[in-house]
């Protein structure tokens, strides 16, 4: 039963001092799975994975590596590598050398080496690369050795701790892809921590989002995207309009949300349930969630339907992630609505005015405050 | 330089750089080699009478032939060979503990602590180990009132006391590059080597001591340099058995007035150090411009 999971966290806790950095975190990851932590600096992140290495020991909990516990094992004893985030190859060795380090370090023989050595170098696509130093390498090439030199030990789990970190945005966009396909391929199980929620979304089969030292939510990208249970995931993961309220009266299967600042959205009953009339919610919509039209056509009124109207403050053009920024006519309430790929919008100008609508199963809304300075990362 | 650079003219910049190069040439120049080249000279002749020199080889033929300059020259060379390897060893751990595993505050504490007794003078400090090791110094007397010793033991004037004094003298010259070249080391390149595998011994063989190695070069030479050059240690410490090479050229110099002769050790001791050093960079693969990095 144990043995489905490569790696296992039962409530483990770190305290440095009085500092609580991971709290009583458990998590199960499926073999040949590619999970993600997601979380903001500082959230406890590393700390977590450096746990896993074995570099820091839990002060509290257990991890289990294909189900034997691995507290008090060394880090050089643990069948798990680490990717560092500025990858840590070593610049006194070349290449092969880097590659063939860990190999050494186990006794194994010098033709098995040298034989599995080319082997993973051709794995990652750099096979003649063995004898160049490591200055002489471009950062992706950098980023393939640092994995062939944990895959070539063949590790039951490897950890990744934001590598794609110091390379620039294009390079990073490609090597996202990359990295999802090697995994992919060698089926190696990758845990993989980051705070930029694009690599953690694109490569990721579960993520599990951070703050704080706890996990907020732990689920496929889709779930965190689309049924985020908390209001930081809501706001760390993708873009959202985001405002405050307090839940007003229930008519049908719908509940009105009375805005702090004027004005009224309905949101599904069903799916907040749980909140009590009165109570203070922050409300989330996503921009694309929202559908816009030209004001002269009136939008048929569907029942559950929001309705707005607004002023275009300015259109950010950014090819298919097009957005535009609207001045609510009610209540002035800011808005970022995405445009639609079709160009039916493409000669939409600062000043328009037009109608917005979503549904209110589009809306979420979650209790309570959110201390301010969380905000959505950037993708 | 200013008035000149701010014509903006090619000359004026050419001129800055030779003025600001200008104390550095002088200094060179008239401090180190107008009297290598005086010393040279007056060490390739030969007095024969009063006033009456002739150009002769024979200051170093004497050197050559005598046993006693001989084995001094000899002794020297090795016994500061043997104080370098012992400050490398007692200040590798030393340094890496302080650069590496000492963390804010405690950190800059240590290394304080290892240039406080830097603060008063070499003289200053032999003597404190001389107040230590005499015979009627603070361990002697410590030994006998324990009743571990029935008399007074002299601990001065041996080789090991030398050795004891030229390490304790040296210590910082190794410490201060070793602390500087672990500090950027990297910790993740140390915590690499063990995730894949490696042990504390293989860590330091393979990713420490390689990184650091312009840093013990350095550190090296310039404490060969120091304690082959000591005259204070060896002569306080080892007193008349102390044997050094620069305690003949003083002698030469000052004792017996033979200028000729002691400029000939003064060449022979600058060849010395500029061989073992040579040596020393090529068994350990570095140049002379790593070490100043």
Same mark, same amino acid.
């Given at each position: 039963?144990?043995?489905?999971?490569?790696?296992?966290?039962?409530?483990?806790?770190?305290?440095?001092?009085?500092?609580?950095?991971?709290?009583?975190?458990?998590?199960?990851?499926?073999?040949?799975?590619?999970?993600?932590?997601?979380?903001?600096?500082?959230?406890?992140?590393?700390?977590?994975?450096?746990?896993?290495?074995?570099?820091?020991?839990?002060?509290?909990?257990?991890?289990?590596?294909?189900?034997?516990?691995?507290?008090?094992?060394?880090?050089?004893?643990?069948?798990v590598?680490?990717?560092?985030?500025?990858?840590a190859?070593?610049?006194?060795?070349?290449?092969?050398?880097?590659?063939?380090?860990?190999?050494?370090?186990?006794g194994?023989?010098?033709?098995?080496?040298?034989?599995?050595?080319?082997?993973?170098?051709?794995?990652?696509?750099?096979?003649?690369?063995?004898?160049?130093?490591i200055?002489?390498?471009?950062?992706?090439?950098?980023?393939?050795?640092?994995?062939?030199?944990?895959?070539?030990?063949?590790?039951?789990?490897?950890?990744?701790?934001e590598?794609?970190?110091?390379?620039?945005?294009?390079?990073?966009?490609?090597m996202?892809?990359?990295?999802?396909?090697?995994?992919?391929?060698?089926?190696?199980?990758?845990?993989?921590?980051?705070?930029?929620?694009?690599?953690?979304?694109?490569?990721?089969?579960?993520?599990?989002?951070?703050?704080?030292?706890?996990?907020?939510?732990?689920?496929?990208?889709?779930?965190?995207?689309?049924?985020?249970?908390?209001?930081?995931?809501?706001?760390?993961?993708?873009?959202?309009?985001?405002?405050?309220?307090?839940?007003g009266?229930?008519?049908?299967?719908?509940?009105?949300?009375?805005?702090?600042?004027?004005?009224?959205?309905?949101?599904?009953?069903?799916?907040?349930?749980?909140?009590?009339?009165?109570?203070?919610?922050?409300?989330?919509?996503?921009?694309? +969630?929202?559908?816009?039209?030209?004001s002269? !056509?009136? #939008?048929?009124?569907?029942?559950?339907? @929001?309705?707005?109207? =607004?002023? *275009?403050?300015?259109?950010?053009?950014?090819?298919?992630?097009?957005?535009?920024?609207?001045?609510?006519? +009610?209540?002035?309430?800011?808005?970022?609505? !995405?445009? #639609?790929?079709?160009?039916?919008?493409? @000669?939409l100008?600062? =000043?328009? *005015?037009?109608?917005?609508?979503?549904?209110?199963s589009?809306?979420?809304?979650?209790?309570?405050?959110?201390?301010?300075?969380?905000?959505?990362?950037?993708? | 330089?200013?008035a000149?650079?701010?014509?903006?003219?090619?000359?004026?910049?050419?001129?800055?750089?030779?003025?600001?190069?200008?104390?550095?040439?002088?200094?060179?120049?008239?401090?180190?080699?107008?009297?290598?080249?005086?010393?040279?000279?007056?060490?390739?002749?030969?007095?024969?009478?009063?006033?009456?020199?002739?150009?002769?080889?024979?200051?170093?033929?004497?050197?050559?032939?005598?046993?006693?300059?001989?084995?001094?020259?000899?002794?020297?060379?090795?016994?500061?060979?043997?104080?370098?390897?012992?400050?490398?060893i007692?200040?590798?751990?030393?340094?890496?503990?302080?650069?590496?595993?000492?963390?804010?505050?405690?950190?800059?504490?240590?290394?304080?602590?290892?240039?406080?007794?830097?603060?008063?003078s070499?003289?200053?400090?032999?003597?404190?180990?001389?107040?230590?090791?005499?015979?009627?110094?603070?361990?002697?007397?410590?030994?006998?009132?324990?009743?571990?010793?029935?008399?007074?033991?002299?601990?001065?004037?041996?080789?090991?006391?030398?050795?004891?004094?030229?390490?304790?003298?040296?210590?910082?010259?190794?410490?201060?590059?070793?602390?500087?070249?672990?500090?950027?080391?990297?910790?993740?390149?140390?915590?690499?080597?063990?995730?894949?595998?490696?042990?504390?011994?293989?860590?330091?063989?393979?990713?420490?001591?390689?990184?650091?190695?312009?840093?013990?070069?350095?550190?090296?030479?310039?404490?060969?340099?120091?304690?082959?050059?000591?005259?204070?240690?060896?002569?306080?410490?080892?007193?008349?058995?102390?044997?050094?090479?620069?305690?003949?050229?003083?002698?030469?110099?000052?004792?017996?007035?033979?200028?000729?002769?002691?400029?000939?050790?003064?060449?022979?001791?600058?060849?010395?150090?500029?061989?073992?050093?040579?040596i020393?960079?090529?068994l350990?693969?570095?140049?002379?411009?790593?070490?100043?990095?």
């Amino acid at each position: 039963m144990a043995d489905q999971f490569d790696l296992e966290c039962r409530n483990v806790g770190k305290n440095f001092d009085r500092f609580v950095a991971v709290d009583n975190v458990s998590l199960t990851i499926p073999k040949g799975s590619f999970f993600s932590i997601l979380g903001p600096s500082g959230c406890g992140k590393t700390t977590l994975l450096r746990m896993l290495a074995g570099f820091q020991e839990p002060t509290s909990g257990d991890i289990l590596i294909k189900g034997k516990s691995v507290l008090g094992v060394p880090p050089n004893r643990r069948p798990v590598n680490m990717v560092f985030q500025h990858l840590a190859l070593f610049p006194m060795m070349n290449v092969a050398d880097n590659v063939a380090y860990g190999l050494r370090r186990r006794g194994v023989d010098k033709a098995t080496i040298n034989r599995k050595v080319a082997e993973t170098l051709a794995r990652v696509g750099l096979p003649d690369s063995g004898p160049k130093q490591i200055s002489q390498l471009s950062g992706g090439q950098k980023q393939r050795i640092a994995i062939a030199r944990c895959l070539v030990l063949e590790p039951a789990v490897l950890l990744l701790d934001e590598p794609l970190g110091a390379l620039d945005l294009k390079l990073r966009e490609h090597m996202k892809v990359e990295l999802k396909q090697l995994q992919h391929e060698i089926g190696t199980t990758f845990v993989y921590i980051t705070h930029d929620q694009s690599e953690a979304l694109v490569m990721s089969d579960q993520v599990a989002v951070m703050n704080a030292g706890k996990f907020e939510q732990v689920g496929t990208p889709q779930d965190l995207y689309y049924n985020p249970q908390t209001a930081f995931v809501a706001s760390f993961v993708g873009e959202s309009n985001r405002w405050r309220g307090t839940v007003g009266e229930t008519t049908g299967d719908y509940v009105a949300i009375n805005l702090d600042k004027g004005g009224v959205i309905l949101a599904d009953k069903a799916a907040h349930a749980s909140l009590p009339t009165g109570q203070d919610v922050e409300i989330f919509v996503r921009p694309e +969630a929202i559908a816009i039209g030209r004001s002269d !056509a009136a #939008p048929d009124p569907v029942p559950g339907n @929001n309705s707005l109207t =607004g002023t *275009v403050e300015n259109v950010l053009f950014n090819g298919a992630a097009s957005s535009v920024q609207i001045r609510e006519t +009610a209540t002035g309430h800011e808005m970022s609505v !995405a445009l #639609p790929q079709t160009g039916a919008f493409a @000669n939409l100008r600062a =000043g328009d *005015v037009i109608n917005l609508a979503w549904h209110a199963s589009q809306t979420r809304c979650f209790a309570g405050v959110l201390p301010s300075g969380i905000e959505g990362g950037q993708s | 330089m200013t008035a000149a650079s701010s014509t903006g003219q090619g000359n004026g910049v050419r001129l800055g750089v030779v003025l600001l190069a200008t104390p550095l040439l002088l200094w060179l120049l008239v401090l180190v080699i107008l009297p290598h080249v005086d010393l040279l000279l007056v060490s390739l002749r030969e007095r024969i009478a009063f006033r009456q020199y002739e150009f002769s080889f024979a200051n170093y033929i004497a050197f050559f032939v005598e046993p006693l300059y001989w084995n001094t020259y000899v002794r020297t060379a090795v016994m500061s060979i043997m104080a370098t390897v012992l400050t490398l060893i007692i200040g590798f751990p030393v340094s890496y503990y302080i650069a590496k595993i000492m963390r804010g505050r405690g950190k800059n504490v240590l290394f304080m602590m290892c240039l406080i007794p830097f603060w008063v003078s070499e003289l200053v400090r032999t003597f404190g180990w001389m107040i230590l090791l005499r015979e009627s110094g603070v361990i002697s007397s410590f030994l006998q009132w324990a009743g571990l010793v029935d008399g007074p033991v002299e601990m001065l004037y041996n080789d090991v006391t030398i050795m004891v004094g030229l390490v304790y003298t040296s210590m910082l010259f190794m410490v201060v590059p070793l602390v500087s070249v672990l500090d950027s080391l990297d910790d993740s390149l140390i915590e690499a080597g063990y995730d894949l595998g490696g042990n504390a011994f293989t860590v330091t063989r393979d990713i420490v001591i390689p990184h650091a190695m312009p840093g013990i070069a350095s550190g090296c030479i310039v404490v060969f340099m120091l304690t082959l050059g000591n005259y204070l240690t060896p002569n306080l410490l080892g007193g008349k058995d102390s044997l050094w090479f620069t305690e003949q050229i003083y002698t030469q110099f000052i004792t017996r007035f033979n200028w000729e002769s002691g400029s000939a050790f003064g060449f022979l001791l600058l060849v010395l150090s500029s061989l073992i050093v040579w040596i020393g960079l090529k068994l350990s693969r570095q140049t002379l411009a790593d070490t100043v990095r």
